[in-house]
């Protein structure tokens, strides 16, 4: 077998190899316009060896994962934060950094990654369009609220209704304010059929998945969120305790402690930060509609700040909906048979 260690950048490779059998060893730089990686792995499966690539996990790789895959070569992902852990050496360069990872593999220490499926990284691609789409509506509706605004009129929500639109087009403006206007009521008319189309395909995907529908019994968890979370956790037997999820997403606070001095910072966001974005809104709708979630939410925001307060029950709520997938129980089962289940309840903290 061959076991090669590739430092992966979107232009060009270098590779670390070593042949088991022989010992033969070397190291080597591809580029990928012009198709000099692709013609050595082909050249790899015509001479029938087994091959094993290390790599880390980064982006713009996807055609050479699919290349791999298409040869039947195996593909160890790594996690480039503990790969970096591991570097001795002061010294960082290309070669120096595919010695590592083949050495990594020798050793059998390579901190090998779940990898998600092509079906999973292509639903993504939906979610990720759908945000992008609303960040970009936003946008919009806020540089027309500015208009609107700059002519003395506040009208917030109403503007878009029917009768706040038709009293934005008869506002008199210069020229080139009168064609910004034009134009971003256009853009707006374009984004909202886009945008309804790429919901009801995210309700129909949620549909199809009896997690996603369960998970959703939570309040304030709608399709968007049960399907990002699914989508992006993999599966729950991944992970032992709830704790590891919130680590996971990146919503426990980072933290430099020593000598019996603990110091907790701002949250390490070492994660997918869709799937962060998407429970902390959620949150804040539970905290809308339930009581329950109401109450938690004002007690940490009486006793710290709003925004710690949304974050902290963001990360909640991804520990719940842990639990719920890996019991395979909904929200109001969930509740019953909690770890606090038919203990009085203590509003204020008391004990």
Same mark, same amino acid.
């Given at each position: 077998m061959m076991i090669i260690g590739v430092d992966y950048h979107p232009s060009f490779q270098t590779i670390a190899f070593l042949m088991e059998e022989t010992g033969e060893c070397g190291e080597q730089e591809l580029k990928h316009s012009d198709g000099q990686a692709e013609r050595f792995y082909r050249d790899l499966k015509q001479r029938g060896i087994c091959v094993r690539v290390g790599m880390e996990a980064t982006g713009y790789s996807r055609w050479f994962e699919r290349l791999l895959a298409e040869l039947g070569f195996e593909v160890w992902m790594g996690d480039p934060a503990e790969i970096k852990a591991k570097r001795v050496k002061k010294q960082k360069y290309d070669r120096e950094d595919a010695r590592l990872l083949l050495r990594l593999m020798r050793e059998n220490n390579f901190p090998q990654i779940w990898v998600p499926g092509p079906e999973n990284r292509d639903l993504r691609q939906l979610l990720w369009h759908r945000h992008r789409m609303v960040q970009?509506? &936003? /946008?919009?509706?806020?540089?027309?609220? #500015?208009l609107a605004m700059n002519e003395g009129y506040r009208w917030k929500k109403k503007l878009f209704s029917e009768q706040g639109r038709a009293q934005l087009v008869k506002l008199t403006l210069a020229p080139w304010a009168s064609r910004r206007?034009? *134009? !971003? !009521? *256009?853009? !707006? $008319?374009?984004?909202?059929?886009t945008i309804a189309e790429l919901t009801a395909a995210v309700e129909q995907e949620a549909k199809k998945r009896p997690e996603v529908l369960r998970l959703m019994t939570h309040p304030g968890v709608g399709p968007l969120t049960a399907l990002a979370y699914v989508l992006i956790i993999g599966t729950p037997t991944r992970f032992e305790r709830g704790k590891q999820i919130a680590t996971y997403v990146g919503m426990i606070p980072s933290e430099d402690s020593s000598a019996g001095k603990q110091r907790l910072g701002h949250i390490s966001k070492q994660g997918n930060s869709l799937l962060r974005f998407l429970l902390v809104e959620a949150a804040q709708a539970a905290a809308r509609c339930n009581p329950d979630w109401r109450r938690r939410y004002m007690h940490l925001a009486m006793r710290r700040h709003k925004s710690i307060a949304k974050v902290a029950m963001g990360r909640r709520m991804a520990i719940k909906l842990y639990w719920?997938? /890996?019991? $395979? +129980?909904?929200? %109001?089962? %969930?509740?019953? +048979? =909690?770890?606090? #289940? =038919?203990?009085? =309840? &203590? =509003?204020?903290?008391a004990k």
């Open positions: 970009m509506r &936003t /946008r919009i509706m806020n540089q027309l609220q #500015a206007r034009q *134009e !971003l !009521l *256009e853009l !707006l $008319d374009r984004m909202n059929p719920m997938w /890996r019991n $395979d +129980c909904e929200y %109001s089962q %969930s509740v019953k +048979c =909690g770890s606090y #289940a =038919g203990q009085l =309840g &203590t =509003g204020h903290g």
